[in-house]
């Protein structure tokens, strides 16, 4: 899978990291999104998908990795 985060879009809500809490993470200086090093291809899809239709923001995009068409490539990030 792939994730990405628009921090111009993120209000620092924390759904995100209610959901996948591996995964995402809130920067203790503005409270906006930040995406967890290399936790994308460990995570599981649902726990992605679940944290994208909660974010009230619509900051979160998952896509399937156009590589593999499977969800156990490499995530990006596009903080
Ligand atoms: S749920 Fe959305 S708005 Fe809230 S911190 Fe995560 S990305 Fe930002």
Same mark, same amino acid.
């Given at each position: 899978?792939?994730?990405?985060?628009?921090? @111009?879009r993120?209000?620092?809500?924390?759904?995100?990291?209610?959901?996948?809490p591996?995964?995402?993470?809130?920067?203790e200086? @503005?409270?906006?999104?930040?995406?967890?090093? *290399?936790?994308?291809e460990?995570?599981?899809?649902?726990?992605?998908?679940l944290?994208? *239709?909660?974010?009230?923001? *619509?900051?979160i995009?998952?896509?399937? =990795?156009?590589? /593999?068409?499977?969800? =156990?490539? @490499? *995530? /990006?990030?596009?903080?």
């Open positions: 899978m792939q994730v990405s985060v628009d921090k @111009d993120c209000c620092g809500a924390g759904q995100c990291v209610m959901a996948a591996d995964v995402f993470d809130q920067s200086d @503005d409270g906006l999104v930040l995406l967890r090093p *290399g936790a994308v460990q995570a599981a899809r649902t726990d992605l998908e944290a994208a *239709g909660l974010c009230p923001a *619509g900051a995009t998952v896509r399937e =990795d156009p590589r /593999t068409g499977s969800g =156990d490539a @490499d *995530g /990006t990030v596009d903080a």
